[in-house]
């Protein structure tokens, strides 16, 4: 016991002193880093529910005290520690771009391949750098060797830019799409897998799995699916925009053959950056999106082939997985279910409310989708706004209906009161 403090403490201090130097202001950081200190030794349940930790927590942000962000879903703010080191860099880079940006930045950039793969739990060579999901699994989509008739299963839950990318491939390609259409919320694994297993045909040659669909936080069984396709020799493209770096788990335990996800959601990364994994074996046959010198190597870092970017929201990456190690993947998970857990259950005693979302940790995290009976969410989401400045976001897709309420590590449980009181007037209306 003696030991596994020692060791909490170490990680919580190497972790928490990175995460701050040298940009935040220092009275800040050195309270939060006795704040990580002196909880290092509890667990991490218990650290979910403590009100005083996580204030020294939202103090890390610059989210505005008076507009209640609730659509942390779309993108995370960034920690003022991620900001400034975007700036930073920038302001770095102009000193004569050419020099400062490949010569000096760029340096980081292997560093930092290690860095996520040690975050992602697989190897360096498995992770391409890019800038949200949309380019990491448009990589997969388009560089898949796939022949006319050859079948791919994806749901009408899956997101739409993933969705137009197979689309315009059924389109140019000839491949045919398969879709299952869900009703969620649904609390059965095993009828979910069976659904996608129904759809497997001997043409089938590819399953789209989004894995915390965004709509309204369901989380798929990816790592079950992914056994009952391998089992027919069906390769598994995993979309995880919204579950990386917000459930505690690591890539390889999915055990799928391709993912990309953002690293601007749940890790509060800059704004565009994203990572694609691809195992080490598929690396080889998978065309880049942008062309490369040698598009059949082996190497990852042909996902990347981009040209001149910009270094800084690369770099400051490094600094966002500084700032989730400090937390700690697995605080930060219970944190998040505790706060949809503790707004769902205040909601579910107003009348007419209910919550289109799973309620279980199994089957969900901070996600939610607030029902209000015979409103249009779209009219809920405009009044929470006018009337209550809180901004959330109205859904209406395919079978999923409501208004998608997404807390963020700096969510307090007063801005959830002061939101579950707006939803009680506006259910009363
Ligand atoms: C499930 C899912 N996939 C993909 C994306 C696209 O992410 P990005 O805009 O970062 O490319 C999103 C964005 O919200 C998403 O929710």
């Known amino acids: 016991m003696q030991d596994r403090r ?11 002193l990175a995460a701050f130097s040298p940009y935040i202001n220092s009275v800040k950081a050195e309270s939060l880093f006795k704040a990580i200190e002196r909880n290092a030794h509890r667990s991490a349940s ?31 703010p960034q920690p003022k520690v991620v900001q400034d080191a975007v700036e930073n860099y920038n302001r770095l880079s102009n000193e004569a771009p050419s020099y400062y940006m490949w010569r000096v930045v760029d340096m980081g950039k292997e560093p930092l391949r290690a ?28 560089g898949l ?11 009408k839950q899956d997101y ?56 309204n936080g369901q989380l798929l069984p990816a790592k079950q699916i992914a056994q009952a396709s391998h089992r027919r020799g069906i390769e598994v493209v995993v979309d995880a925009a919204h579950s990386f770096a917000h459930f505690d788990y690591k890539i390889p335990d ?16 800059p704004f565009g950056s994203g990572l694609l994994y691809v195992k080490k074996d598929k690396i080889k046959n998978l065309y880049p999106l942008m062309s490369a010198g040698e598009p059949e190597s082996e190497d990852i870092r042909k996902f990347e082939n981009l040209g001149t970017r910009s270094f800084a929201i690369e770099e400051a990456i490094g600094h966002a997985i500084n700032f989730h190690l400090m937390i700690g ?23 007419g409310v209910s919550i289109g979302s799973p309620l279980k940790p199994e089957f969900s995290g901070a996600i939610a989708l607030l029902q209000i009976a015979g409103k249009d969410p779209g009219e809920v989401n405009e009044m929470l706004f006018n009337k209550y400045k809180i901004h959330a976001v109205g859904i209406n897709w395919e079978n999923i209906h409501g208004v998608r309420v997404t807390p963020n590590v700096y969510t307090t449980l007063h801005d959830l009161d002061r939101f579950v009181a707006a939803v009680a007037e506006i259910a009363e209306t």
């Open 6 to 16: 020692k060791f909490l403490n170490r990680i919580a201090g190497a972790a928490g």
């Open 46 to 76: 218990d650290i979910a529910t403590d009100e005083d930790f996580w204030y020294f927590i939202q103090q890390a942000f610059t989210v505005s005290p008076n507009i209640l962000n609730l659509n942390n879903g779309g993108v995370s």
């Open 115 to 142: 860095k996520l793969a040690d975050i992602a739990g697989c190897s360096p060579e498995e992770v391409s750098i890019n800038r949200n999901t949309t380019e990491a699994l448009a990589n997969v989509i388009f």
């Open 145 to 155: 060797r796939l022949k006319p008739g050859d079948e791919v299963v994806l749901t």
């Open 160 to 215: 739409p830019n993933m969705i137009h990318a197979w689309q315009q491939r059924e389109k140019r390609d000839g491949i045919v799409l398969k879709w299952l259409n869900f009703d969620f919320p649904i609390e059965d694994n095993d009828f979910i897998v069976k659904q996608f297993e129904n759809a497997f045909t001997a043409k089938t040659k590819v399953v789209h799995v989004t894995h915390l669909i965004n709509w």
């Open 254 to 269: 999915l055990e799928c053959d391709y993912l990309g996800t953002s690293l601007h959601k749940w890790l509060c990364g």
């Open 329 to 351: 993947a697995e605080r930060k998970a219970k944190r998040l279910f505790y706060l949809k857990k503790y707004w769902t259950d205040k909601a579910l005693q107003i009348p």
